[in-house]
Each structure stands twice: as C-alpha cells, then as structure tokens.
C-alpha cells in the first residue's frame, strides 16, 4: 500500500535496499526522522485497520493514519467520541486522545494504548467473556439512555440508514418484505416515546480488551462508527 510504504521509506535499508524489519513481518523500525513525536519507541508494530488506515502500536500509544477522505472521516469520529467519554464514569475503559499531528499529507491520530487480552478465537471461557461484554454495554447504554419520542426526522436517523444498508444486498422479493417491515415500524413508532443510547456501532468480541489475570472487561476501543443518539439492541446483537 503507497500509504503504508511512506512509513518505512526512511527506515533503515539492509544490504539489498529493503527497509529493515523485525522478525515479525508487521514490526518495522522506523527511522528517528519519521518517529519524531513518537518519543522514538521502536519498534512500531503497523496494522491495517478498516476501512483503509494504518495502525502505527508503540509502547505507550496507539497512532491512526488514515489514507482516504472516509477513513478520515472515521477517525475524527473516534476522536470525538473519545473525548467525551473522559466525562463519563466509562472513561476508564476508553483510550485517551493524545494529539493530531501531520506527516506530510497524512493526519495521523494519537491515543493512549492499552494492554490486555484480545480474544478474536474460539476459547475455553468464551461465554464468561460474551457475558461480561454484554453486561459492560448494557450498563453503558443505560447511563445514557435518552427518552425521545420519535418523528419523521428522528425516523430516519435511527431506522431509515440502516435498511438503507441492508436493501442493496437483497434480491426484489426480499426488498419488498424489507419495505413492509420498514413501513410497520414507521406506522408503529411515529409519534411514541422511545429511548436511544450511546451506541458503539462496532461492538465485536476483537474491539474488548480482558484483564489478563481475572478476565474482566477492561477496555473498548474503535469508537470511529458510535453515535449518541443510536437504538439500545444492536450493539448487543
């Protein structure tokens, strides 16, 4: 990738011109001109995150690099949402932004990094971990739990984009029921009092980090898809 590749452009090169790496392949050292800020922690461990960014791990902290104008776009809105969750009694379970700084045309995005288990596999204490994760973002989503009541406008913030997503994929017969369920929801919840919550938007196994020793829920992270006005189910399902 052209984006990532800026990176190592001027790390150091071993005897055949190639950028020097670490044993694992995703370990690049990085030249002290290009970690300049980054308190020269080597070695960066680089990942590709969604949509197309670069995850630059140090030490102490995590660094985004987004390389289009969506993922951008992504990583402000985690940024943002970080940050206001440092008024929020969860702050201790969310990174902390750092800073935004700027390598040449990119952006890259700074926070806080933070340790633990990450369990993307099948593992002997899988349903202990499922349920601490529910019980995590069912307490989050009833601190922040706001009673709306539900017009056209609000309809289609909260129901309207999501058929919207799902409607592509389907074949005609299926979008035509999909139609039908949209316009009962919309009959049925026009008007009437609900309650919206803080929603992650990405709530997957692979974005929990567990304390190594008891396996208690210990951070979130990859705020980029919440939203604050959001429906209570779908982090869950």
Not at 45 to 72: F, M, Q, W, Y
Not at 121 to 133: D, M, S, T, V
Request: aromatic content about 10%; hydrophobic content about 35%.
């Amino acid at each position: 990738n052209p984006g990532i590749d800026c990176f190592v452009a001027n790390a150091p090169r071993n005897d055949n011109g190639c950028a020097s790496r670490c044993q694992d392949y995703n370990d690049v050292c990085i030249s002290p001109t290009i970690a300049d800020g980054f308190n020269n922690q080597y070695p960066f461990e680089i990942i590709a995150g969604n949509p197309n960014t670069a995850v630059i791990i140090a030490e102490t902290h995590v660094t985004r690099v987004p390389l289009d104008t969506l993922s951008k776009a992504r990583c402000k809105i985690n940024c943002k949402n970080l940050r206001r969750m440092q008024d929020t009694e969860f702050s201790a379970y969310v990174p902390k932004v750092l800073k935004e700084t700027t390598f040449g045309a990119y952006t890259c995005y700074r926070e806080t990094k933070h340790s633990g288990l990450i369990i993307d596999y099948p593992a002997k204490k899988l349903a202990f971990l499922i349920q601490e994760a529910i019980e995590y973002i069912t307490a989050f989503h009833t601190r922040t739990g706001r009673d709306i009541v539900i017009g056209t406008a609000c309809f289609q913030r909260l129901f309207s984009r999501e058929f919207s997503r799902i409607t592509p994929h389907l074949d005609a017969a299926y979008q035509q029921k999909l139609k039908a369920i949209k316009e009962m929801l919309q009959n049925t919840l026009m008007n009437t009092p609900f309650k919206t919550v803080w929603q992650h938007g990405d709530y997957k196994i692979e974005n929990i980090f567990f304390a190594p020793g008891n396996l208690r829920l210990k951070t979130v992270i990859d705020w980029d898809l919440a939203r604050k006005e959001g429906l209570p189910l779908l982090d869950i399902l």
